[in-house]
């Protein structure tokens, strides 16, 4: 037997990601649009922003009768109260022609449009019609009872989804609901799969002395499904370079990337590698990674394509295969880098590992009991479960993996170990944000979707962001909270364990519609001390907490206009208030208002700024938040949404 070639240049792994990606191109391949029943699995190229409200007008939840509100206080069923039934009838779909007005009532069903004047829904159960025609309340309702205002799902204007979300059947409901029928997606990145060796059969084959089925295709095609990708099998070559050299450019003409499996040592039989060394621009970029398992693979690039020769035993060819192709494919389909979660485990045996190599081992992960019980030991047991690369279910069964360093010999048992898991469940949600809604907030959190962090917003207002990060209930307050006291906003409210983040000036002003003469002057405050007791003009109010809110009363001092009983959590639902004639006018911030029916008027610019606990801090992504915030070009995309930054933004306050 011929005496083996040894590898002419093991480097480490990560010198050779770095020489791997700086050969290739790592972003999306293109964008194209698909039919949104086509849209099912694939990943968003764009943000997708609606362009109407859901719903798209204020709608009954029930079957029943539109009333004011106040009309129905009092009654009981021994006294109902008596209201005129106007001969009007709404059925889901109609637009109702009659105002209600005090004392009236109009029918109406499920999903019908409120009538303007009504502010509530009472249930056919709790009502009667008496001889004489008058409809007969027996139980009151409060203002906003049984109605869904328009907006409060979905407001226009919204980021509803973001670009490199991937749509499964919740995102496409989404995009049925604002009516969206063309989305644009990023183009799957199209990867050839090559398995090679004349000991290779495919499934379904009568197995022979001497054979293994390729399970190598099965699992890497799969897998790159998962990734956002379209496998292009191409079947099993025999060790022949001929035909090997053909299948090669054959892959070549029709993929974005090639994968061979096997024949990436340099023994006598092994002859992916040889046809890989033809290339030159640049051809093989790395062959021999300082990695156990995956010590052979050979990554090279031509015509601009990554080719990659996968170590033939199964483990080895996986784990490479996620180690390095992975996040290739993934940038290729548009999706953000894979999470990296770790947690803490106590190794349960030792562990002898090689000087010079990077080893991976695989784990399983078990409850720790006394962990549980003793606060200052992990609560998990990590289980090394290796069998071989040759092993087909290792990495399958495996929860995550330990990283050993190369110049670290031994792992004693009992140590603490870090355990990178290996996800199959959908990604947890990485950074919570709970407070005040702003047009500010919504390109954060673009951004911060683009780095790959998973992040949730809840709109509840300042005042309840700033209870909840105090509970620990949140990451992240947004807020624009007002003291009189020192006349600053939001620093004034920090307690013990909290710290502010400087954010943002924004201006709050009033908005009404410039075919209104009623609103005829060029100061604010003027305007709304002058309408506030017309009441014919209807005003649209924001949510109990928010700043907005608290704003809102100090300018109305007591008096409660028309519509000041109908609240909505944002300020985009304001504006489509005001736009569609619901309301007349309302308060919102600058940056929302760009419809030229629309006029604007200033009342007083606001801080909007981040809370964060002493527990925050020591997040990864809160880091990662407060990094973003010192990135020029995210002052830039702020500034232009109409938001004042300046030299403090980003900046911490303890």
Not at 60 to 68: H, I
Not at 536 to 543: A, D, E, Q, V
Request: net charge negative; proline share 4%; charged share 20%.
């Amino acid at each position: 037997m011929r005496q083996q070639k040894q590898f002419l240049d093991v480097i480490d792994r990560d010198l050779a990601k770095a020489r791997f990606e700086a050969e290739i191109t790592l972003q999306p391949l293109a964008e194209e649009m698909v039919c949104l029943d086509q849209a099912l699995g694939r990943v968003l190229s764009r943000d997708i922003i609606a362009r109407v409200n859901v719903p798209s007008f204020d709608r009954s939840n029930l079957d029943g009768y539109a009333v004011k509100a106040a009309d129905t206080i009092g009654a009981e069923e021994q006294q109902p109260v008596p209201l005129q039934l106007l001969d009007e009838q709404v059925a889901a779909g109609d637009k109702p022609e009659q105002e209600v007005k005090s004392a009236a009532a109009m029918l109406i069903a499920t999903g019908g449009m409120m009538p303007r004047g009504a502010d509530a829904i009472v249930m056919v159960e709790n009502a009667d019609i008496n001889d004489n025609g008058q409809l007969m309340i027996s139980k009151p309702v409060s203002p906003g009872s049984g109605v869904a205002f328009a907006g409060t799902d979905v407001s226009s204007g919204q980021i509803v989804l973001y670009k490199g979300e991937l749509l499964t059947s919740r995102e496409t409901g989404i995009l049925a609901a604002i009516g969206e029928s063309q989305i644009p997606v990023w183009r799957k990145p199209k990867i050839a799969v090559i398995s090679t060796g004349n000991e290779i059969i495919a499934p379904g084959e009568p197995m022979q002395p001497g054979r293994v089925y390729d399970s190598n295709a099965r699992i890497i095609a799969d897998a790159v499904k998962e990734l956002g990708g379209e496998p292009l099998e191409l079947g099993i070559v025999a060790d022949n370079i001929v035909e090997l050299r053909d299948k090669i450019n054959q892959a070549l003409e029709v993929a974005d990337m090639v994968l061979l499996s096997g024949g990436t040592s340099k023994g006598e039989g092994d002859l992916s590698y040889q046809v890989v060394h033809e290339f030159d621009d640049p051809g093989v970029i790395v062959h021999g990674v300082a990695l156990k398992p995956g010590k052979p693979i050979c990554l090279a690039a031509t015509q601009g394509k990554p080719v990659i020769v996968l170590p033939g035993f199964p483990t080895s060819a996986i784990f490479t295969f996620h180690e390095f192709v992975a996040p290739v494919i993934r940038q290729y389909a548009g999706l953000p880098p894979a999470s990296q979660s770790m947690v803490s485990a106590e190794l349960a045996v030792r562990v002898n590992s090689e000087i010079g190599r990077t080893e991976f081992l695989l784990v399983r992960l078990l409850s720790n009991t006394q962990g549980q019980e003793n606060n200052n030991q992990p609560s998990l047991i990590a289980y090394p479960i290796g069998k071989g690369s040759g092993s087909v279910t290792t990495f399958s069964n495996a929860d995550g993996f330990v990283r050993i360093d190369r110049h670290e010999e031994l792992v004693e048992a009992g140590s603490e170990v870090e355990v990178q898991l290996i996800s199959r469940d959908t990604k947890p949600v990485d950074l919570v944000i709970i407070g005040s809604h702003c047009a500010g907030l919504d390109v954060l959190l673009s951004l911060l979707k683009a780095k790959g962090i998973q992040v949730r917003f809840m709109s509840v207002g300042s005042s309840a962001g700033l209870q909840a990060v105090k509970r620990g209930q949140c990451d992240i307050a947004g807020m624009h909270l007002f003291d009189p006291e020192t006349g600053t906003y939001n620093q004034a409210f920090l307690t013990n364990g909290l710290h502010l983040i400087r954010g943002y000036r924004r201006q709050q002003g009033l908005v009404f519609r410039k075919d209104d003469a009623r609103f005829e002057g060029q100061d604010a405050r003027k305007i709304i001390s002058r309408i506030k007791n017309d009441s014919t003009c209807r005003m649209i109010n924001r949510n109990l907490g928010s700043g907005t809110r608290i704003l809102i009363d100090q300018l109305l001092d007591g008096i409660q206009p028309s519509g000041y009983v109908v609240q909505t959590s944002n300020h985009r639902a304001v504006v489509a208030a005001v736009q569609q004639k619901r309301a007349d006018w309302g308060v919102v911030i600058q940056a929302v208002v760009d419809d030229d029916d629309l006029v604007f008027l200033p009342i007083q610019d606001e801080c909007y700024d981040f809370i964060v606990s002493d527990a925050g801090m020591q997040k990864a992504t809160v880091q990662v938040f407060m990094s973003l915030l010192k990135e020029q070009q995210v002052k830039k995309q702020l500034a232009e949404t109409g938001l004042g930054v300046d030299s403090s933004f980003g900046t911490l306050v303890s």
